[in-house]
């Protein structure tokens, strides 16, 4: 919670007014993901309210912005497909709402997956993302913010074009004063702080463009040619259709959706989090961020409204326009429904330009383009997972991304670490073998490779002082090497193992010797 003492008159400018372009911000993009996930606009509006308004209060990251996203719709248009599949028989007004319901009650046990994960404390896995994948993730969610405003510029009857050079020669004739919209928004946000920071940027280009239009009378699309905001009301308790979970069909659909959309969720969330504290210097909770989305998103569904998580997008709008505290997230969220319930006229004059605008502002800002210079000086390695992260995040799903740049890099990392060396010398009649490096499964060749059983003296001594047992494999890897001295008759000694190795051993056990300086790191095991 935030505390307005500890605020200064600048903070609660800066947050409030930052807050109010947030506001406007999220309609369109709320309307969007409606559309996306086959409801009403009201449900994906009802969402960025509610969700919006708890992450600012409990979140672990003061400033965030959360709501409907595309990221989580997307996961629930299988899900509408499967309902319409299963109930063929209903008519369009009830088919409607059946998918509401389902699409209520996996936000629902979304949200509760996502409190059990923050309450289990593993948020803090996110920290698993190598910094490759992260710019990864940023540039390809930059990319996918600045392709998500094209569907707003293209011509009418696009299926009566043969070519994309058509498409876009047809595209500037129908829309030129879009473009022009577009360039003087983008032109304000560039130039204007640079003169003054005393408003944000971006408001003042809402505002001024949009009267600019509507007293010019200029033709153009606005807010209200994608919705009819007039009879949106304050959210009200809405109890899902709870017979749905009595059929199993329906839970094997709901349950994995449910899953999904919570791991998307949290990525994504994480993920902002992760963005926003480079950004800013100060780090986020991530566990207090689970458990806000949670306790959010299953609010949000029993208020209809649908599962979401951070926005990337206006999140950075917030940080760039001053909003740094819990107050200017609360701004948005408490504007957002006073603006489309009680100012819907004023919200559906704002040009649909302005807004695209200042996404494609969002989209350049998040792009990390000093990754494009490092990464002709980056390990091949980190090059690949960079690359294929950003593709996978632009064509597939962000989570799909996220796990393929983790796992990507936990196998490089085994492969190059995939080797141990021994330097062998003789102390009288003994063999020592000094060994340096880590002990694991993908380095267990390596190791058998090191020893000749067969050729060395009757006394044999491995040290482990610069070597690590990481795993059960390097355990019993020890293990088999002591069974093959022991079958040659020969003895061996090994030296410096942690007490917790030595405790795993089961054949060579009985060979270790006790050293003063024997280290006390534990090895993984399978149990």
């Known amino acids: ?52 308004l708890i992450t600012s209060l409990l979140g672990g990251k003061p400033g965030m912005i959360s709501g409907a996203t595309g990221s989580v719709a997307v996961v629930f248009v299988s899900l509408g497909l499967w309902v319409k599949q299963h109930y063929p028989d209903l008519d369009t007004q009830a088919l409607s709402m059946m998918v509401l319901h389902y699409i209520l009650i996996t936000s629902i046990i979304a949200g509760l997956i996502q409190i059990a994960i923050g309450l289990l404390k593993m948020g803090k896995f996110i920290r698993l993302v190598p910094q490759p994948a992260l710019f990864g993730f940023v540039n390809g969610l930059a990319i996918v913010i600045a392709l998500a405003q094209l569907p707003f510029l293209a011509p009418a009857n696009m299926d009566q074009y043969s ?51 509507y007293f010019g009378h200029i033709d153009t699309k606005t807010v209200g040619d994608l919705a009819d905001l007039s009879h949106v009301s304050f959210p009200h308790f809405v109890m899902p259709d709870l017979s749905v ?79 740094l505290g819990r107050l200017s997230s609360f701004t948005a969220a408490i504007l957002l429904i006073i603006l489309v319930v009680s100012f819907s006229d004023v919200i559906s004059a704002i040009p649909i330009a302005v807004l695209v605008g200042i996404m494609f502002m969002v989209s350049i800002g998040t792009f990390e383009f000093s990754s494009l210079k490092r990464i002709k000086h980056m390990p091949k390695a980190d090059a690949f997972v960079l690359v294929t992260v950003t593709i996978i995040t632009i064509f597939f799903d962000l989570a799909v991304a996220v796990i393929a740049g983790i796992i990507i890099s936990a196998l490089v990392f085994a492969w190059e670490h995939a080797k141990i060396f021994s330097h062998t010398s003789m102390e009288g009649n003994k063999k020592i073998y000094e060994l340096d490096g880590p002990l694991f499964f993908g380095s267990v060749t390596s190791f058998n490779e090191q020893f000749d059983v067969e050729n060395d003296p009757k006394e044999v001594v491995i040290d482990f002082k610069k070597a690590r047992v990481m795993d059960s494999s390097g355990a019993e890897a020890i293990d088999a090497l002591t069974e093959k001295y022991k079958k040659a008759g020969k003895k061996l000694t090994l030296r410096h193992l942690s007490e917790d190795c030595k405790k795993t051993l089961k054949s060579a056990g009985p060979f270790c010797t006790y050293e003063e300086d024997d280290p006390t790191y534990k090895v993984a095991t399978n149990v």
């Open 163 to 213: 070519s994309w050079m058509d498409i876009i020669k047809a595209s500037f004739a129908e829309n030129y004063m879009m473009y022009i919209i577009i360039a003087v928004t983008m032109a304000t946000m560039q130039f204007l702080p640079k003169v003054s920071k005393a408003v944000p940027a971006g408001l003042v280009a809402i505002v001024v463009i949009t009267l600019v239009v």
């Open 245 to 323: 979970l009595m059929s199993v069909e329906s839970l094997k659909v709901i349950l994995p959706t449910a899953l999904i959309v919570a791991l998307v969720g949290l990525i994504e969330s994480l993920l902002t989090l992760s963005v926003l504290d480079e950004m800013g210097g100060k780090r986020g909770s991530g566990n207090k961020e689970c458990v806000a989305l949670g306790v959010g998103n299953t609010t949000a569904g029993l208020f209809g409204g649908m599962a979401g998580c951070a926005m990337i997008g206006q999140s950075v709008i917030n940080f760039t326009s001053g909003g």
């Open 1 to 52: 919670m935030f505390n307005i003492q500890n605020y200064s008159k600048q903070n609660i400018k800066n947050d409030i007014l930052s807050g109010a372009l947030v506001a406007v911000a999220l309609v369109p993009e709320a309307i969007a993901f409606s559309f996306i996930a086959g409801v009403s606009p009201v449900v994906g509006l009802y969402a960025a309210f509610i969700i919006g």
